[in-house]
């Protein structure tokens, strides 16, 4: 671990972050000209195929490689063998997702799913094995090649889905947009990795007995997230139809962008704690937290206040229902964030057994609140089930369960993510008395908010939380910030 300093892991960080936020602007830029040239309708449709694809991918070799990242690459034996593996894998799972795409065009009874999920599952073939050099390269914390190939595919993907709906393809310039970006996101990975893994029609039998665990864990952990993630759309779709889901889908995606940026840091967090004792890692635990909700605080309460505008004007009319889901949906992307960050230090102490049971637990809970919010509130009431329970609920049950897996103190892991919450609480209800008290332009209640953040936050950290911020930014871009009298060395090994 004597290699890994705080700059290098802070690089890594800015490197992977900086690829899929370039990855996930594109993705909002496709969803404007998309939401110029296709219905709502359209929309749903995909998310309907998005059920089973999202479910497909739980068993792509880029989930099962994932051990590779823990136990390292040093032997070869089982490096191929887990490359086997996935490549066996991706070819099953292409028949079934198939297969499956006709039950649920009858579930949904929308027969268009049927093809849209048949040719989707393409991606299978196309990526199989590719997700062995991304481990590979994640191990080997070569975070800057991994970013050079999301920039590119993400760059295809754009062209693609864009001259596909500009060209008449309609939902299917989602799929054409996929297949595009897993050929060329494939291409580059395997070569950036360099490494010559076998396939083997038999794989080592020894060397699978000693990882099934923790990928049969991994794979455990998945299948409960998408359960827990994916059974809104199902209900959504199921009971309050296309149109219904193409407003939430849009919603849950703007809201979920943030997280989805900021939670790729915890690519490099993990192969960085599973290297880490248990005391440096609570102290790297502890500044993620920190580090997320300093960042992430800020930039959903903008999005809060601005929602309202930006949305209508953005999309379009027809999409201003997304406003008031989008708001709800950010209290579940705020506190997904701390739990991706708990749920990645429980892999890296190698319990992802608990990891998988503690989401298993919340399937039989949320089932049911999703489909009482549909039933009593509509897609507005699925977001707010949302938002209580995967949100604030899920968030807090796996808070107690990695502090007391990891025998630490839960309200000091707490202290972290208060200033940051209660700070833009704060600011965004002083913004919003403001606003009615006094005619101003709402576009001001923006300026207001980060205004109100960056006030009461530097008053409740007495500055320094702010310091926090300027070290991590310096040691990412590779400078130095000038050394204390207390310090005996400006190396560290965490953050």
């Known amino acids: 671990m004597a290699a890994t300093t705080a700059a290098k892991i802070a690089r890594s960080s800015l490197w992977l972050t900086s690829s899929f936020l370039i990855g996930k602007?594109?993705?909002?830029?496709?969803?404007?000209?998309?939401?110029?040239?296709?219905?709502?309708?359209?929309f749903g449709v995909w998310g309907m195929v998005l059920v089973v694809t999202a479910l497909s991918n739980i068993f792509k070799d880029s989930a099962i490689s994932g051990v590779l990242i823990q136990r390292g690459i040093d032997d070869k034996t089982l490096v191929n063998a887990v490359y086997s593996l996935g490549i066996t894998v991706s070819i099953v799972v292409f028949f079934l997702q198939s297969a499956i795409g006709f039950p649920l065009a009858l579930f949904f009874d929308r027969p268009i799913v049927f093809p849209l999920t048949a040719v989707s599952a393409l991606t299978f073939l196309i990526g199989a094995g590719a997700g062995t050099h991304g481990a590979i390269l994640q191990q080997q914390m070569k975070f800057r090649q991994i970013a050079i190939a999301r920039w590119i595919s993400s760059s295809i993907k754009l062209i693609t889905i864009i001259a596909a709906a500009v060209?008449?393809?309609?939902?299917?310039?989602?799929?054409?947009?996929?297949?595009?970006?897993?050929?060329?996101?494939?291409?580059?990975?395997?070569?950036?990795?360099?490494?010559?893994?076998?396939?083997?029609?038999?794989?080592?039998?020894?060397?699978?007995?000693?990882?099934?665990?923790y990928v049969g864990s991994l794979i455990g952990i998945n299948l409960a997230v998408y359960a827990n993630t994916n059974s809104d759309n199902m209900i959504i779709?199921?009971?309050?139809?296309?149109?219904?889901?193409?407003?939430?889908?849009?919603?849950?995606?703007?809201?979920?962008?943030?997280?989805?940026?900021?939670?790729?840091?915890?690519?490099?967090?993990?192969?960085?704690?599973?290297?880490?004792?248990?005391?440096?890692?609570?102290?790297?635990?502890?500044?993620?937290?920190?580090?997320?909700?300093?960042?992430?605080?800020?930039?959903?309460?903008?999005?809060?206040?601005?929602?309202?505008?930006?949305?209508?004007?953005?999309?379009?009319?027809?999409?201003?229902?997304?406003?008031?889901?989008?708001?709800?949906v950010l209290v579940f992307a705020y506190a997904r964030g701390f739990m991706a960050i708990l749920g990645t230090t429980l892999n890296a102490i190698d319990r992802p057994e608990l990891n998988a049971f503690m989401n298993w637990v919340l399937v039989p809970i949320s089932l049911p609140a999703f489909a009482v919010g549909a039933w009593f509130g509509g897609i507005q009431g699925v977001a707010i089930s949302v938002a209580i329970v995967m949100g604030v609920g899920a968030t807090a049950w796996f808070w107690l369960a990695t502090c007391r897996a990891a025998r630490w103190d839960a309200i000091a892991l707490l202290n972290p993510l208060g200033i940051p919450t209660v700070a833009i609480a704060l600011s965004i209800a002083c913004s919003h008395w403001l606003v009615s008290a006094i005619p101003l332009p709402q576009w001001s209640q923006s300026i207001l908010v980060l205004a109100g953040y960056l006030g009461i936050a530097g008053v409740l950290s007495g500055g320094q939380m702010f310091e926090v911020f300027k070290e991590t930014l310096l040691k990412s871009l590779n400078v130095s910030s000038k050394p204390t009298p207390n310090q005996t060395s400006t190396k560290r090994t965490v953050f």
């Open 167 to 213: 060209l008449g393809a309609g939902v299917w310039s989602f799929v054409v947009a996929e297949l595009a970006f897993t050929t060329v996101s494939s291409v580059l990975r395997r070569s950036f990795s360099g490494y010559r893994c076998q396939f083997q029609l038999r794989p080592d039998a020894v060397a699978l007995r000693n990882v099934r665990r």
């Open 25 to 42: 602007l594109s993705q909002v830029l496709a969803q404007i000209v998309l939401a110029r040239l296709l219905l709502p309708e359209d």
């Open 237 to 328: 779709g199921r009971l309050l139809g296309a149109q219904s889901l193409g407003l939430y889908n849009l919603a849950y995606q703007l809201a979920m962008m943030p997280t989805f940026v900021l939670s790729q840091v915890n690519h490099v967090s993990f192969s960085v704690m599973s290297q880490l004792s248990r005391r440096a890692l609570q102290r790297y635990v502890s500044r993620s937290v920190e580090l997320y909700a300093m960042v992430s605080a800020p930039m959903y309460g903008v999005a809060f206040v601005l929602a309202p505008l930006a949305i209508p004007w953005i999309y379009g009319p027809e999409w201003q229902p997304v406003v008031g889901l989008f708001r709800w």
